[in-house]
């Protein structure tokens, strides 16, 4: 059997039962130490992997990746402790 994180991450993420069967398939045939040459695409497999790529990759164009934290008022903490503490 496949290890047991990859076995949670198929039943977390797919929820397709004939999917999950063509996974199990495939998993089988590698266990059982059957070399997987280039063979057809498992058009299923391909299908939820392509979409799955595609919501990543649109996920990612709308993440704002500039927005910075505003640090402002830690800075002026900062600095009024620095300033209390060389006073005293």
């Known amino acids: 059997m496949a290890p047991m994180e990859f076995q949670k991450l198929v039943d977390t993420?797919?929820?397709?039962?004939?999917l999950k069967c063509e996974i199990e398939k495939l998993l089988t045939r590698k266990i059982n130490g059957e070399e997987?040459?280039?063979e057809p695409k498992i058009q299923i497999l391909n299908d939820f992997l392509n979409e799955r790529i595609n919501y990543f990759n649109n996920l990612l164009k709308n993440l704002n990746?500039?927005?910075?934290?505003?640090?402002?008022?830690?800075?002026?903490?900062?600095?009024?402790?620095?300033?209390?503490?060389?006073?005293?």
């Open 36 to 38: 997987l040459n280039e």
């Open 65 to 88: 990746t500039t927005k910075q934290p505003d640090t402002e008022k830690l800075n002026e903490l900062f600095r009024e402790t620095l300033q209390n503490v060389y006073e005293k």
């Open 13 to 18: 993420q797919v929820s397709d039962k004939q």
